[in-house]
């Protein structure tokens, strides 16, 4: 699930460039019975299975064992708080991170006390696994270390960067397509008018936009 967007595009990139480095861990390598059973029928009885203690945190003790920095253990669930762009700056400046994703019906909270340092939700909804939540996050975060989009400053003017707004429009050549014309003040080199309109048309769009998903 993870291969082939890691060996892609800027993720890619930034791993060939040592800016960050990614490994895998299977949890089920930790299962000690030869089925390598890494979950179990919830205590008390309702639908589903649970991640299992015993395989998992071994797996995360195993995996801060390996560094020198034992790194920051993420756990992906819907009920972690609610990730954007602040929190993947936070986690930007950290020197390891661990996730870990939630299977089934989550994992064993007896994990969740003594292992977990933070738990990050990417929205409420329901996926197959906390794996793509991972990537997600991952994919986030590593675009703000910097040298990974070779020009900083991309990530600075992005969506969110800056007061947490959303991207105004933006236009390329040619000037006019199909009858649609690029707005006359982007053409006239007024760097301080362009710069003013894109923050007016940030803010209107942001207003429109977040208003639509409340």
Request: net charge negative.
């Amino acid at each position: 699930m993870l291969e082939s967007p890691l060996g892609t595009s800027i993720l890619d990139r930034a791993q060939k460039q040592n800016l960050v480095s990614v490994r895998q861990i299977n949890i089920r390598d930790f299962a000690k019975d030869k089925h390598r059973t890494v979950d179990d029928r919830p205590f008390g009885g309702g639908p589903g299975m649970v991640m299992k203690c015993e395989p998992l945190v071994e797996a995360i003790e195993h995996t801060r064992s390996l560094e020198p920095e034992p790194g920051r253990v993420i756990y992906l669930t819907p009920e972690g708080r609610k990730f954007d762009q602040a929190v993947a700056r936070r986690l930007a400046l950290e020197p390891r991170l661990i996730f870990v994703s939630g299977h089934y019906e989550g994992i064993d909270e007896r994990v969740r006390e003594g292992w977990i340092d933070e738990e990050l939700s990417i929205g409420d909804y329901v996926l197959t696994n906390g794996t793509i939540a991972a990537l997600i996050v991952m994919d986030a975060v590593i675009r703000l270390i910097p040298g990974v989009l070779g020009n900083d400053e991309s990530s600075q003017t992005e969506s969110f960067a800056l007061e947490e707004e959303l991207e105004g429009p933006q236009y390329t050549r040619p000037a006019e397509f199909r009858g649609k014309a690029v707005p006359d003040i982007l053409m006239q080199g007024n760097h301080a008018a362009i710069a003013a309109w894109r923050k007016e048309q940030a803010g209107k769009r942001t207003r429109e936009r977040r208003q639509q998903s409340e």
